[in-house]
């Protein structure tokens, strides 16, 4: 029973928060009969409580007693000591998510992650690295990372339909990381009504949200941790008049922007050329700071800050070497036949016939028109069988079409194409094939029948002439191409066998045209592959591992379908049979053989008519200039980054340093079997390195679908490992790795600490059976963490960065920090030796005066003043360079919407009527923005008010070297001799660095759970 009287501030009680100890920090009187308490949980939260004289009979302090019961099953709580280090991986081992995945890391992409984006949270941040740099590795690695660390649940990736299966695949394979494809089916067969809420790791293609209203209403309503928008240059606004054209692509970005904490924009080609639109562009990741219209004189932006730029010339390896090899570009100039030059001419009149009746249409008719005429002369470009069999087709669909019309059926004119935002070389191959296909068969000009009439004898005309080449067998383009393969050294490696070769083509006819030819060319019907739209997915990783893997098969011809989520540097020779019209398309070819991996010299040829049109020769010249595709960025002054190698080295060194505190293989493993075992689970070994879990129980199962992980705990695994090299066995089913990050593994850390969650604040006693002296030492664990001025819903401070520190006292009340995991050094006090430890510690008077303030004391003075400093380097600078931005940007347009409101009133006193907007419109459109520039500066200065929050002690046990131990048990020490050595050696030790991390932890068997 303890009396009101006796609550004074720094009393410890009992009976507040249950069975938990609270520690009092103020007292205030109401009378003399009611007190209220502010205290303290030993997690550091404060509360308050009122208390009356009828609740002294349930309050007990604790006066002169241990600061915990050290009862605890020792071996249960290193089980639960590293349940908790696992659940605080981040903190341990800074590189954790490149630890855990199945990648290689590359300097820039380490960079990017974790001296870039990681220390800019909240992130806002585009990733411009040239095109080939492994821009979907590095997203995927920040997911993985700020999943890690409990930043991330709900994650959206924007990626084009030609690229979103590859991102599908790579999160897969390489971080273990299951998205779902949020397709049409998925949308609308959502059992809440709304897909977006129903899965937490979804990608979706842009052209799906930014075209369908309905879908953009029910993205409204939702929140993200991160989403990720690959291809983001596409997300565009231009300035024309001085007014904003905002697209629908560019108003999704700003939709996709507000509803997430994290943004990152991945763009090869953030810049056009223009400064006006590249700011609208960066206005996606701070409206504030770069949005609207620019106001004030030429000065190029400022985004170093938000905006990290390397081209793949300047990327380098860990040895400092260029991680990209050479690669050479060769125009091969090819002339018509006089049949050919004939047909040409004839094509293109018609063409251009059709264009100029089309624009007497009105602008959805001539827009579908005009594509559909353009794919012809793309295939008059390709072979005589494109533009043979598309003429044909074209002929046969129209005569269907003029048909109908003649029996008053009511065929369609055109096929709609969708809005100005629709891009094209954003569909996947299969759907551009095929609906060029359908464009080129039915689009027409023609209004009426006679019209109808005429154009299909234009076109029975041109088909004719197309046929007469196609029998000629006069084709300039073929014999250049069959020049090249006979020869080009370049197509003959040692010994003269013939090496691997990519042909492209843009269209399926010609596809098959080419795989005739130079199979008869080389005499061998499996020497050639092909991949095009039509094929499924599995069949093209089939024709892909068929050409990489089969000597047999030396030439691939593919149309663009091969860029879709296949790397095929085992080839370094690529032919453009085809050029596409897009220069990006050109780059996304060749960035199939010149990718990280390429070790040869890589060439490519571009077959190119002499006879072109002057576009696609400008498109060719540009497209075979590396330097002009990046020279726009690097006039208007984009913030372009340089990896030097010094800059490597220190990549390296650092890996190299934290390397011996990461959360080996072996800690993983030895924590896991046991733990797994202790909830009811069923492992067993097989083959070295390898283990088969037979049974997974359901609280586990049912563990992880709570903690809502984007794969679920299976029930059966038929093979698990821990160390990456163990992964694939000959012979046997490849095993899953367990991981930090893995739902199995983070599920059953969940589940033990949860059962076990009493044991860190009883505390137990460990043995140092490497320590031959008598003095007991207490171990404390200690958390600190680093606060800003944020204020989050729940009314707390937001916290920015979190440490645990373990720290070691001994008797005379001095400190040292422990190391990395102390409590893997020591072994577990049997029943005999607790019989007798308890009661000499009841003894210990130093143990019972507050003891763990002294722990507390050790890391305020010695640890959080470092983690501090380190925080407000990292966050301050940034945010004065964005308060600095914002002010200036947000300035000038208040002043231009002040000096408008002027202007207008000066106008509309004079009796001049019919302006856009009229004074109290701009007038109160400036009062916004000058709202919005207070509010945002306000925020950035909370941001700054960075400080550390009051340690707590989150568990401790007490050490017990063998010397002491022997002595109490009345053993005989052998180790008399040894003990001044010890302690000399001792004295010398680092105590910052982890003691004997390299040793195999071992966990004894727990009671009842040792299948």
């Known amino acids: 029973m303890v009396r009101l009287e006796e609550i004074t501030v720094g009393a410890r009680l009992f009976g507040i928060a249950g069975s938990a100890q609270v520690n009092v920090v103020a007292v205030k009187w109401y009378g003399n009969a009611a007190l209220e308490i502010t205290f303290k949980h030993a997690c550091g939260q404060l509360a308050n409580q009122l208390l009356y004289r009828e609740d002294e009979d349930k309050l007990s302090a604790c006066v002169n007693c241990l600061p915990r019961r050290f009862d605890a099953d020792a071996n249960l709580l290193r089980l639960v000591s590293e ?210 219209v620019p106001r004030s004189g030429g000065q190029a932006v400022e985004v170093s800050d938000v905006m990290r730029r390397l081209v793949k010339e300047d990327l380098l390896k860990f040895d400092g070497t260029p991680l990209f090899p050479e690669r050479r570009v060769h125009t091969v100039n090819y002339g018509l036949s006089p049949l050919e030059a004939m047909l040409y001419t004839a094509v293109t009149d018609y063409v251009r016939d059709e264009l100029n009746r089309a624009e007497y249409l009105n602008s959805e008719p001539w827009s579908t028109v005009g594509f559909a005429l353009t794919i012809l002369q793309r295939r008059l470009a390709s072979s005589p069988e494109a533009i043979y069999q598309s003429l044909k087709r074209r002929r046969e669909r129209l005569e269907s079409r003029l048909a109908e019309e003649r029996l008053g059926g009511c065929a369609a004119a055109y096929i709609a194409l969708g809005d100005d935002d629709c891009d094209y070389d954003d569909m996947p191959s299969a759907e551009l094939e095929d609906t060029e296909e359908e464009v080129v068969g039915q689009a027409s000009a023609a209004r009426t029948i006679g019209e109808l009439e005429a154009e299909i004898a234009a076109l029975i005309k041109l088909e004719r002439m197309a046929g007469d080449v196609r029998q000629s067998g006069e084709d300039g383009k073929w014999d250049e191409l069959a020049n090249l393969l006979r020869d080009n050294d370049h197509m003959f490696g040692g010994g003269g066998l013939r090496e691997k070769l990519i042909i492209f083509t843009e269209h399926r006819d010609t596809l098959r045209y080419l795989a005739a030819k130079i199979r008869s060319l080389l005499g061998s019907e499996e020497a050639v592959a092909t991949i095009h739209g039509s094929m499924l997915r599995d069949e093209r990783r089939k024709v892909e591992e068929l050409f990489m893997r089969d000597k047999a098969v030396h030439i691939l011809i593919a149309t663009d379908a091969a860029c879709e989520g296949i790397n095929l540097q085992l080839a370094h020779l690529m032919i453009n049979y085809d050029l596409p019209w897009n220069p990006n398309r050109l780059e996304r070819r060749f960035g199939r053989i010149h990718c990280i991996g390429q070790t040869e010299v890589c060439h490519l040829w571009n077959l190119v008519p002499r006879e072109i049109r002057e576009r696609l020769n400008r498109i060719v010249d540009h497209s075979l200039n590396r330097a002009e595709l990046y020279r726009l960025p690097d006039e208007h002054a984009l913030n372009e980054d340089a990896m030097d190698v010094s800059q490597v080295m220190a990549i390296r060194e650092d890996m190299e340093r934290t390397e011996a505190y990461k959360l080996q293989p072996q800690f993983i493993k030895a924590f896991f079997i046991e733990a797994f075992r202790s909830v009811g689970g069923i492992i067993r070994p097989r083959e070295k390195g390898r283990y088969e879990i037979s049974s997974v129980p359901f609280a586990l199962r049912n563990r992880g679908a709570q903690l809502g992980f984007g794969e679920p705990v299976l029930s059966y695994y038929e093979r698990v490992c821990f160390d990456k090299t163990c992964r694939s066995e000959q012979g046997q089913a490849p095993a899953v790795r367990i991981a930090p990050g893995h739902p199995l593994l983070e599920a059953t850390v969940d589940l033990v600490r949860e059962r076990n969650g009493d044991v860190l604040k009883r505390g137990a006693v460990f043995v140092d059976d490497s320590d031959c002296g008598t003095e007991t030492r207490l171990l404390c664990y200690v958390e600190d963490c680093v606060q800003d ?100 940007r947000l300035t000038a347009e208040i002043r231009y919407w002040d000096l408008r409101s002027v202007d207008l009133k000066r106008k509309q006193t004079a009796g001049k009527i019919g302006a856009r907007y009229n004074s109290q ?55 008399e001799g040894q003990e001044k050595a010890h302690r000399g050696g001792a004295a010398g030790s680092n105590q910052n660095s982890p003691r004997k991390m390299a040793y195999l932890p071992h966990f004894a068997p727990l009671v009842g759970n040792s299948q």
């Open 83 to 292: 349940a908790y280090r696992i659940g605080h991986a981040p903190i341990f081992d800074p590189y954790l998510a490149l630890h855990t995945s199945a990648i290689e890391p590359l300097p820039h992409q380490i960079a990017a992650v974790y001296r870039k984006m990681l220390s800019r949270l909240p992130l806002r941040y585009v990733l411009a690295d040239g095109s080939g740099a492994g821009k979907t590795i590095t997203a995927g690695l920040l997911i993985k990372e700020l999943f890690m660390r409990g930043d991330l649940k709900r994650c959206m990736i924007v990626a084009p339909g030609n690229v979103a299966e590859q991102w599908q695949d790579e999160l897969d394979r390489k971080f273990n990381l299951r998205f779902v494809m949020l397709t049409n089916d998925r949308i609308e067969s959502a059992v809440t009504g709304n897909g977006f809420t129903e899965e937490n790791l979804i990608i979706v293609r842009p052209e799906k949200l930014s075209r369908n209203q309905g879908i953009l209403e029910k993205l409204r309503v939702t929140d993200w941790d991160l989403i990720v928008c690959d291809d983001a240059h596409k997300m565009s606004a231009t300035v024309k008049g001085g007014e904003v054209k905002y697209t629908k692509r560019f108003q999704l970005g700003r939709l996709l922007s507000s509803i997430t904490r994290h943004f990152l924009l991945l763009t090869a080609i953030p810049h056009n050329g223009k400064d006006e639109d590249f700011q609208l562009f960066m206005s996606l990741i701070d409206q504030d700071r770069f949005g609207g």
């Open 789 to 888: 001025g944020m204020i989050l819903p729940n009314g707390s401070r937001r916290v920015i960065s979190r440490r645990v520190h373990f720290v070691e006292i001994k008797a005379d009340k001095s400190a040292a920090n422990a190391g990395y995991a102390p409590y893997l050094d020591y072994r577990a006090a049997n029943g005999d030796e607790q019989a007798v430890i308890l009661p000499f510690l009841n003894s210990q008077q130093w143990l019972r005066t507050n003891v763990e303030d002294i722990a507390i004391g050790y890391v305020i003075d010695a640890m959080i003043p470092a983690h501090v400093r380190e925080v407000k380097a990292r966050k301050i600078k940034l945010i004065d360079k964005t308060a600095k931005a914002v002010k200036e």
């Open 921 to 975: 419109v701009t007038s109160r459109r400036a009062g916004e923005l000058a709202a919005r520039m207070q509010k945002r500066l306000a925020e950035l200065e909370a941001e700054k008010l960075i400080s550390a929050m009051p340690p707590i002690v989150v568990g401790g046990a007490i050490i017990v070297p063998c010397g002491l131990l022997n002595k109490l048990l009345g053993r005989s020490d052998t180790f």
